[in-house]
């Protein structure tokens, strides 16, 4: 009978009276404590609803990591490889590789692994980095730099340091391009066609290297060769890049792969057009058969403070998990690295992630840490299962692939520097550091507002019953 007293007492006396005014000053009070936090709240009830969260969902790039990407190791077909830390680095070729023996336990540095290329064989290099991007130079602060993914731009670095590549627009102007493939998050690769001065076309295609590698059955097998040559893609070379891509993921870098195929015209062959446009040719028609030239692995070391920040969340009872593009590999390496990763805890892919069954995935989510490999669709699936089961989620996100899953999130975190602008408007709170630190910040101001919110009606009933 007295609870019933006290229930009635607080809804009939304290709420009417202040709670809405309690409510919306601890809002506004907290909101403008957390634009200090690099915390913009564009919906005002999501600062609440991150007091309490309960997992949270994050990219990798850019979030967990400083989104500064450099080439830091790569291989040519199997021929030559530089940034190698493994004792089998070496360059197999003519008198000049003897500076670096076969049994050599220094690492190829990336200039004596260039000094090594035929001038076809570079250029061939420098095309496939060059002509597949959609990157450009632009100013940023008064200084002409390259915009865009990350990811090309460390590559068109790379081409610019060490191959020789001029400006790009000059680079791109020089070539007829007589199709694009854009970047697909299902096949994850892109591609690029040119017609060649033998009135040939090439088709460069680059992305996730284990993907790729699994299209090709020929490999550039010589660097120094006066001509780009070629041979068979053995079980053996096959065997070998797998090790090297594994080498390069097992240190926390990106692999990408770059490869390549001839063909006599454009369209090929027996060769599906599209509808719209007759010269234009189903990329899946095309995309096999094709010959291997490099991987290379970039580097993106890890956002200072992220290893606290996640050991804060868990600490708090916030479950946190990765969602990422990375290979499984990678994405476990960089995982375990920032102390999302631990003992007992599930590693998977998305593709294998979004055929499993309902009960499957209730079995998998409590113990899933990283979900790798992953499309923006796989994201929102999480994300929808999470809520099923009666989690508060919040999601950040940066692409406008990641509008669903930010949506559907309770609370949606947008990259305020990296972000799209379909991504912010699809956000409850945008990062303004793309820092994930910053989000601890969100969840200690809106675990602030809900004591605030508690101690007032307990102040209000203490009133309420003198």
């Not at 400006?167 to 690769?189: T, Y």
Request: negative net charge.
């Amino acid at each position: 009978m007295r609870i019933l007293i006290t229930a009635i007492t607080v809804v009939v006396v304290a709420v009417p009276e202040g709670l809405p005014l309690a409510v919306t000053l601890a809002l506004a009070f907290a909101t403008t404590r957390m634009l200090k936090d690099n915390n913009l709240v564009r919906v005002l009830r999501a600062c609440e609803t991150m007091g309490n969260a309960t997992t949270i969902c994050s990219d990798k790039t850019g979030t967990l990591t400083q989104n500064k990407m450099t080439v830091v190791a790569g291989t040519l077909g199997t021929a030559a490889r530089f940034g190698d830390k493994s004792p089998t680095a070496s360059i197999k070729g003519d008198s000049k590789d003897q500076l670096i023996a076969a049994d050599s336990r220094e690492d190829v540095s990336i200039t004596d692994f260039v000094s090594m290329m035929s001038p076809l064989v570079k250029d061939l290099l420098r095309q496939s980095v060059v002509i597949n991007s959609t990157a450009f130079e632009g100013e940023e602060d008064g200084e002409v730099t390259f915009i865009g993914s990350k990811t090309e731009t460390a590559l068109l670095g790379f081409a610019r340091e060490f191959l020789g590549m001029g400006p790009v627009s000059e680079e791109r102007s020089n070539s007829e391009i007589v199709q694009l493939i854009p970047f697909d998050s299902g096949r994850k690769c892109m591609g690029s066609v040119i017609k060649l001065p033998s009135g040939k076309y090439r088709m460069f295609v680059k992305g996730a290297s284990e993907i790729l590698l699994a299209k090709c059955t020929r490999i550039v097998n010589d660097i120094s060769a006066s001509e780009v040559l070629e041979s068979q893609l053995t079980e053996e070379n096959a065997r070998t890049l797998n090790q090297i891509i594994s080498n390069y993921a097992n240190r926390s870098l990106r692999t990408i792969g770059l490869i390549y195929r001839d063909f006599a015209s454009w369209p090929p062959e027996k060769s599906r057009t599209v509808v719209d446009d007759p010269s234009q040719v189903e990329f899946d028609d095309v995309f096999g058969d094709m010959v291997f030239l490099s991987v290379v692995g970039i580097q993106d070391p890890l956002r200072d403070g992220v290893t606290d920040a996640v050991s804060e969340c868990q600490k708090a009872g916030v479950f946190v998990r990765m969602v990422t593009g990375d290979n499984l590999i990678t994405a476990k390496a960089i995982a375990t690295e920032c102390g999302i990763y631990t003992p007992g805890g599930i590693v998977m892919e998305g593709p294998k992630f979004r055929q499993l069954s309902t009960s499957q995935m209730d079995q998998i989510i409590p113990r899933l840490q990283v979900l790798a490999r992953s499309s923006p669709e796989d994201k929102r699936i999480l994300v929808r299962r999470l809520k099923e089961l009666g989690e508060t989620v919040a999601v950040t996100g940066d692409g406008t692939n990641d509008g669903p899953a930010l949506k559907m999130a309770d609370v949606g975190f947008s990259m305020g520097i990296a972000g799209t602008e379909v991504a912010k408007e699809a956000s409850a709170i945008i990062l303004m550091d793309d820092n994930f630190a910053s989000i601890v910040k969100a969840i200690m101001w809106g675990r602030a507002v809900n004591d605030a919110v508690k101690k007032f009606l307990q102040v209000r009933f203490h009133d309420s019953c003198r």
